[in-house]
């Protein structure tokens, strides 16, 4: 990826990554009442427009070759799933945010949450994000999922946050009907996250630090310390061991976990099919929201730089948007599009689709494709705005058509497919 030099400002060095200095602690987001949602979440446009590093950076062209497609009701009455993925075998892993699992098989009927979940996974504002199988499912029967809880003797009516995000494996049973063998690999400290694993086999973990209205960005300065792993990018081994070749193993008042630095709420992961890379869609506040291309030990620069302003409407930083030693985003967005799940797609059935990066948008209501040179994108189409509806995500299917899961009580699985 080509870096551009940037102008430094005062700041500590550890290694080959340059970090702000340590701030205050913060306390924790206070709760709000039984049911009450903050207001403002995603802010409608304000004339912000900062100004890209590159042409194409943002608001790329919409691309001259498309295609045409009709969209079908693969599954119906899901509650509240943050993210699906296809097994070995072509049925359907889906995670639901309340802390249930479920199997959607080949005829889009819809199985009983699977039994045996970790205990502590159902007390208010504790969520389940990501369920992922193994890449030897077939053979190993094992998963890795995310979700967040609350410390040990917080009271959760006073506390707008858990905090404390867990990657946990498991077995699912011959039978499909409960968890086996459940292991907790890694307190990841953050709010919410997602896992992947990277083609060396490894688990590729997101990790958020609070985020919404009455948070203030520059004061959750965790993304850039290295002894936090809030606002991070963590990778280790499927038994929960550190790989020896992270970034930052050996290296004083640094956490061994961490693969890269910087973030503030990733929304969605995938790996590029062609370079093995992890790509992140990240959450900015107002506007920001971003395309990461990760790379090992760099920092992707929240809260020093960014592309988006604070829910109150002020600058971060003096809305720096570059400094030197952090990287730039592929693509950023604003307004924000509040991006979900992101997927590759390489099938068949969509030939102009091929090597396209789709990203879901929860507060754009609306899929959008991106189309790739590299690492630049170089046009962008929305798709599916007639069904004004919040996208959670998005995965190619062992058929060649492509899969959305709308967000919400009575989501749905949705298949494009050719016509």
Partial sequence: MIRRPLVAVACV?????????????????????PGQQPQGESAAPDGYSPIPQWLGQTRAPVPAKGETFTVETFADGLNGAGAFHF??????????????????????????????MPKNMYLRGQALYEVQPDKNFGANRTIYMTYAILPEGVDPAKYRTPGHLHVVSAKISADDKRLESVKDLLDAEGVSG???????????????????????SSEWMQPQQLDSLM??????????????????????????????????????VTIHPKTGRLWAAEHGPRGGDELNEVEKGKNYGFPVIGYGRDYTGKPINN?????????QPVYFWTPDIAPGGIAFYTGKMFPAWDGNLFVCALVGK??????????????????????????????????????V???????????LKKG
Avoid: C, W
């Avoid at 990018?233 to 640094?254: E, H």
């Avoid at 809305?319 to 990287?327: L, W």
């Fill in 13 to 33: 060095a550890l290694g080959a990554i340059i970090i702000t200095a340590q701030t205050k602690s913060v306390a924790r987001p206070t709760a709000l009442p």
């Fill in 87 to 116: 097994l070995p075998d072509g049925r359907i892993l889906v995670a639901e945010r309340p802390g249930r699992i479920k199997i959607v098989g080949k005829d889009g009927k819809i199985s009983e949450p699977l039994e045996d």
């Fill in 194 to 216: 997602h896992v992947i694993q990277a083609p060396d086999g490894t688990l590729l973990v997101t990790s958020t630090v609070p985020a919404g209205v009455g948070i203030n």
């Fill in 231 to 268: 606002g991070k990018i963590l990778r280790i081994n499927t038994d929960g061991s550190i790989p020896k070749d992270n970034p930052f193993v050996g290296k004083a008042g640094a956490r061994p976990e961490i693969f890269a630095l910087g973030f503030r709420d990733e929304g969605g």
């Fill in 319 to 327: 809305d720096k948007t570059a400094q030197a030693g952090m990287e």
């Fill in 366 to 403: 609306d899929l959008v494709r991106l189309v790739l040179n590299g690492d630049r994108v170089v046009g962008e189409e929305r798709l599916l705005a007639d069904l004004n509806t919040r996208i959670r995500s998005v995965n190619e299917g062992p058929d060649g058509a492509l899969y």
């Fill in 405 to 415: 899961m709308t967000d919400g009580m009575g989501g749905k699985i949705l298949r």
